[in-house]
């Protein structure tokens, strides 16, 4: 079988610079600046200061762009593929499914900040859930990565 690319770096590899940048770029530069901010907070406990305020428009703007990043490609690439039975094979599943599984908490992170979930936590406790919501975001985005890169022909059975 030949070499073949996962429909997540085929994404990537069309219509450059500008999916690079759209689909991975922009959410990257986003989740790391939200996990670099996280760690001085949790370190500084400066709950207040200019860095928090970074780290909650960056995670409110992340979460509401990826949340288009998501309805996009789910329409426009997810259920295409499997209405026409186009997916090449488990590891290009995994690619596109863990790279979609960032909205979880990516926008989880903007409702947090935007105070539509966790009110009845104090300060400390909602640190903890978007620590925890950055952790989840930092996995799956790797995992995506991982069997993004790929050959998915090493998952097909051969006959």
Same mark, same amino acid.
Request: aromatic share 12%; hydrophobic share 55%; proline share 3%.
């Given at each position: 079988? %030949?070499?073949?690319?996962?429909?997540?770096? *085929?994404? @990537? =590899? &069309?219509?450059?610079?500008?999916?690079?940048?759209?689909?991975?770029?922009?959410?990257?530069?986003?989740? *790391?600046?939200?996990?670099?901010? *996280?760690?001085?907070? /949790?370190?500084?406990?400066?709950?207040? !200061?200019?860095? +928090?305020? /970074?780290?909650?428009?960056? &995670?409110?703007? =992340? !979460?509401?762009?990826?949340? !288009?990043?998501?309805?996009?490609?789910?329409?426009?690439?997810?259920?295409?593929?499997? =209405?026409?039975? %186009?997916? +090449?094979?488990?590891?290009?599943?995994?690619?596109?499914?863990?790279?979609?599984?960032?909205? #979880?908490?990516? /926008?989880? $992170?903007?409702?947090?900040? $935007?105070?539509?979930?966790? +009110?009845? +936590?104090? *300060?400390?406790?909602?640190?903890?859930?978007?620590?925890?919501?950055?952790?989840?975001? @930092?996995? #799956?985005?790797?995992?995506? $990565?991982?069997?993004?890169?790929?050959?998915?022909?090493?998952?097909?059975?051969?006959?």
């Amino acid at each position: 079988m %030949e070499n073949m690319m996962t429909h997540y770096m *085929e994404l @990537l =590899a &069309s219509n450059q610079p500008w999916n690079l940048i759209l689909f991975m770029a922009i959410p990257v530069i986003c989740a *790391e600046t939200i996990a670099v901010t *996280e760690l001085a907070i /949790l370190f500084t406990r400066n709950l207040s !200061g200019g860095l +928090r305020k /970074l780290n909650k428009i960056t &995670s409110i703007f =992340a !979460g509401l762009y990826f949340t !288009g990043v998501f309805l996009y490609l789910l329409f426009n690439a997810v259920i295409p593929l499997t =209405a026409n039975g %186009e997916w +090449r094979g488990f590891g290009d599943v995994v690619a596109v499914g863990f790279y979609l599984l960032g909205i #979880v908490p990516l /926008l989880g $992170m903007a409702l947090l900040d $935007m105070n539509i979930i966790g +009110r009845k +936590r104090n *300060e400390v406790g909602k640190l903890k859930l978007h620590a925890i919501f950055v952790g989840i975001f @930092l996995v #799956v985005a790797h995992i995506a $990565m991982i069997f993004g890169m790929l050959d998915p022909s090493l998952f097909m059975m051969k006959m």
